[in-house]
DNA sequence: CCTTTTTAGGGAATCGATTCCACATGAGGG
DNA sequence: CCCTCATGTGGAATCGATTCCCTAAAAAGG
């Protein structure tokens, strides 16, 4: 309990003290065994648990921060001050002094889709360990946002920043580069700048490769545009590869070409239809697309795997629940995020540089194909 | 362009220029027809900006906060280096000051479902419009963590909560209420708190209607615990009074409960079916039971909607891939957390008491009932 | 032409922490 | 007994803004 001095005056028992000391008065009350300072008269400072322990503010900096000399006798005082107050020492202040604000910055594209939220998550999960927050920044797909949310972060004096994104641009990356705050990409390579990557080319390969296992000698590909280096560009080369390397042709309309949604696996199953030379797997870049091209497979009467086998890649919750269940590749996208955040932390207190950490991927057989 | 004084030397003219005036000196360099002071040498403030524009700093932050009598030439020498230098203040030291951070917390049980992320990024798209950012705070289901979120959030100086929660305890409202911080929850109703709901109760009532004008006198229900009033306890009752206002019986049996999850739907929809007095229609309150509740129907060779219709609630992106496409309710949380953020900006400006918005729903109707 | 009022802008305090520096003890060494 | 050194603590400067207060000049009013 705190300590009341001669000068305390008590004017009701049970839960409105008036508390005066060295000039500093408050009316607190009795709650849950701890004192309160009363709402509505400001937050309390350190200056308020400095004059309540009978210490200087430096003396409780010190004990705050586990720094310097202080005696048990006055490490005690300070501390039961703050247990009995509740005190917790503002952000704002010290990351004015320090220029540390335990704060991460996340750009991101959306978090309406299952691999940014999951990243997010493993991310929050491990940071919030080591009392960092995250602040948001969605750029709802707009790149012009990018920039501005860049801004947004460093005035905000971020300790460091996450950025998921699809189309790493060069005028971001060097804005990025300038900031002069530890950065983790996610999901893309980017030359110079610590990234953690899946590994989209081996994955899609070992996939085509348990296509060609399984017997299957057509394969048609459904993928997104190569702008998107990792999805568009990595995963493809995958698929060409293992086709390649195992003396199978490609037809060029076997490969398509869609954006992240369900429908537009739909239209791409339809296109690589229209052939003559009908493939009888297809492998699609990621869980969505597959999802559509299913959906036109059951229109026109197709059987999976029977007289179409198909993948996905990302391992969507919804995968497990389709008709037949998707064979896919799991990215393990929270895992991925506390890596993101375990990296990002050491590089924050050791100026590491550049690093490239690529994860694992499971490959789970379902039976769509 | 800055206007250097005689004082200025030009020792690189193209890209290093040292700057000296009125004992402020640093290493700019020009770039992209600006001036950006060197890396390293700590960021540019306000104090620089009124050096090199020649006035105090109390004339920038005038000019910064378009406050006070300041001059036309004053103004504009002032706006041309905050241009030049692209400086922005520091939020932290602004907070500090004044005690608005610009930054909104947001508490949410998790990211990865459709709703919640809707719901965010609705809520950054419009608070982003004012300047604010959002700072998460994902208790990734455990309610312990609640508390302790609302404790970082007030620390960080946050100037307005949203909460998006699923059951509301007793003791994280009176923790909130005693932060004095403006506060909107969204998806259930809490007394004395700016609340946004979703029409929870009329909404059901309307879809159970639509299965009995559509001729279903047997109807089945797939809800949640009741815990969760939104979901669990209005959405149920808004069925059984529709029921019971078309004098229709309800078999205990047909009123299963799960969670929230696609497996849990479908272990509902067996239950289900283990009656000898079988339904012709089941109302999912979310569209993962409704899924998983089909994908039992699949299995078991029953017709959708022929020998079960079915319908979910939430208009999941999924649902409009499903065969049959799945009939819904829409509540356009996009819209919701717009609203929410509107709700929570004009409460922070006019101390506006508790209030409920409720906000409207569309009913989707679709093949599968 | 003198007084009020408006306009302009600088100085200094302040917000809530951290941290350097100076000073005061007390213990130990010679 | 004096000197050094480890320990403990307070004072004051600082971080980067805002804002109150005060002074000065210009404009308006009589």
């Known amino acids: 309990m705190v300590k ?14 008036f508390y005066k000391q060295r000039g500093f008065h408050a009316i607190i009350w009795f709650e849950n065994e701890r004192f309160v300072r009363r709402r509505g008269l400001g937050m309390i400072t350190i200056k308020d648990i400095a004059e309540m322990a009978n210490v200087s503010r430096s003396t409780v900096s010190r004990v705050l921060n586990n720094s ?5 006798d006055a490490r005690k005082r300070v501390e039961q001050v703050i247990k009995d107050t509740g005190y917790v020492p503002s952000t704002n202040a010290k990351a004015l002094r320090t220029k540390k604000s335990k704060v991460i910055g996340v750009i991101l594209p959306t978090i309406q889709t299952e691999t940014p939220s999951r990243i997010v998550t493993g991310l929050g999960r491990e940071l919030s360990k080591h009392g960092y927050q995250i602040l948001l920044a969605n750029t709802d797909h707009q790149k012009e946002k990018e920039m501005e949310y860049l801004q947004v972060l460093k005035i905000h004096q971020v300790d460091g920043i996450v950025l998921l994104a699809t189309n790493t641009d060069k005028k971001l990356i060097e804005a ?13 390579e980017v030359e110079g700048l610590l990234c953690v990557t899946y590994d989209d080319y081996q994955s899609a390969r070992e996939l085509t490769k348990y296509f060609i296992d399984k017997g299957h000698r057509k394969i048609a590909f459904i993928g997104v545009d190569e702008s998107d280096r990792a999805v568009g560009y990595e995963r493809k080369r995958g698929y060409l590869d293992e086709m390649a390397a195992n003396g199978l042709s490609v037809e060029q309309s076997w490969v398509q070409k869609g954006v992240f ?34 959906s036109y497979l059951r229109e026109v009467g197709f059987n999976i795997p029977t007289d179409m086998a198909i993948s996905g890649i990302g391992n969507s919750e919804m995968s497990q629940h389709l008709n037949p269940p998707l064979t896919t590749i799991d990215y393990e996208n929270e895992k991925a995020g506390e890596e993101v955040a375990k990296q990002l932390l050491a590089s924050m207190d050791s100026q590491q540089v550049a690093k490239k950490i690529v994860m694992d991927y499971r490959l789970i057989i379902r039976e769509s194909v």
Chains 1, 2 share one sequence.
């Open 4 to 17: 009341f001095s001669k000068s305390t005056t008590i004017i009701h028992t049970v839960d409105v003290i």
């Open 68 to 72: 310097g000399y202080v005696s048990e």
């Open 176 to 188: 990025i580069k300038k900031l002069n705050i530890p950065v983790v990409v996610v999901g893309q």
């Open 261 to 294: 949604n369900i429908h537009s696996g739909y239209e791409a199953m339809q296109k690589i239809l229209e052939t003559n030379n009908k493939p009888t797997a297809t492998l699609a870049v990621t869980d969505r697309l597959a999802i559509g091209a299913m």
